[in-house]
């Protein structure tokens, strides 16, 4: 492990931070929606936009998913 760390050096230990918050964008701005489903999304607590069904994209840290509402037919 210490090899590991002394070969990173200052550069590949930034690279590595910068690499790892890319992935967290990522992984907190896709939003896969079902076909059954439409998502409310809030932007400091106001309603920005509803999702369709789909990949759809979202500003990761400023706007999070409020609802999650089923759009299936009840009988």
Known sequence: M????????????ATLLFAAFIIICIYKGVRIVPQSEKHVV??????????????????????????????LERQ
């Open 2 to 13: 210490d090899q590991l760390i002394s070969a990173l050096g200052g550069g590949g230990i």
């Open 42 to 71: 809030e932007r400091f607590g106001r309603l920005r936009t509803v999702l369709g069904p789909g990949i759809n994209f979202i500003v990761p840290f400023l706007a999070r998913v409020a609802h999650q509402i089923s759009i």
